[in-house]
């Protein structure tokens, strides 16, 4: 993000409990690595809508039943590791547009 403001990702999954905030710590320590400046959310689904104005990513740990004008990533990714790096690319990139 330009001008020192920090991007603003939000995580989501069903009860916005466990899976959501270990999504969420696991991508903020990933964004630190890479020096990203960033402050990552963890929501539960049914805060969602209120949760993503004014974020400049979404991180989805399950299918949402409604699209989001914000650029939506795959959270099961950073869950299990698989794509991982990919889905981190993709959100890097995403974020510094």
Partial sequence: MEGGMAARVVVACGAGIATSHAVASKLQRLLDDRGVSAQVDAVALESLPGALDGADAFVSVVKPDE??????FNGV???TGMGQEDELNRLVGSLSA
């Fill in 67 to 72: 699209e989001y004008d914000v650029p939506t």
């Fill in 77 to 79: 990714a950073f869950l």
